[in-house]
């Protein structure tokens, strides 16, 4: 079982930047793919980028390509998504997501194995 934990969201002001962590425990992210999602308020949770299981390719949601990269140091069993020039439309709860160790990437909800909580994000004007 893997355990998820995202952390580093909050309020920033339009054209700010943060950096979300998703930290896992149990049985870890090596060689597990890892995505992000996020959900805005009556909206349905969207994907947001992923990685690989090797670190060696990232994929990204088209309307945020360029302004949000996916990294991931295995060593500390962690997942970043640096969001820059944040606007208020990126206001949302983003959760981290992991596939099994033996199925690499996947952009679709229904493909996730583990969930995070997720973290609130607020872009204000």
């Known amino acids: 079982q893997v355990q998820l934990v995202e952390s580093g969201g909050g309020l920033v002001q339009a054209g700010g930047s943060l950096r979300l962590d998703c930290t896992a425990s149990g049985r870890t992210f090596t060689l597990r793919a890892v995505a992000w999602f996020r959900q805005a308020p009556g909206e349905e949770r969207e994907f947001v980028a992923t990685?690989?299981?090797?670190?060696?390719?990232?994929y990204y949601a088209d309307s945020l390509q360029g302004r949000f990269v996916i990294s991931r140091d295995d060593a500390k069993n962690t997942v970043s998504l640096h969001m820059l020039s944040l606007k208020p439309e990126d206001t949302a709860v983003y959760y981290c997501?992991?596939?099994?160790?033996?199925?690499?990437?996947?952009?679709?909800?229904?493909?996730?194995?583990?969930w995070g909580q997720g973290t609130q994000v607020t872009v204000s004007l």
């Open positions: 997501a992991a596939r099994r160790s033996d199925l690499d990437w996947s952009v679709r909800l229904s493909d996730q194995n583990y």
């Open positions: 990685i690989n299981r090797s670190g060696g390719r990232q």
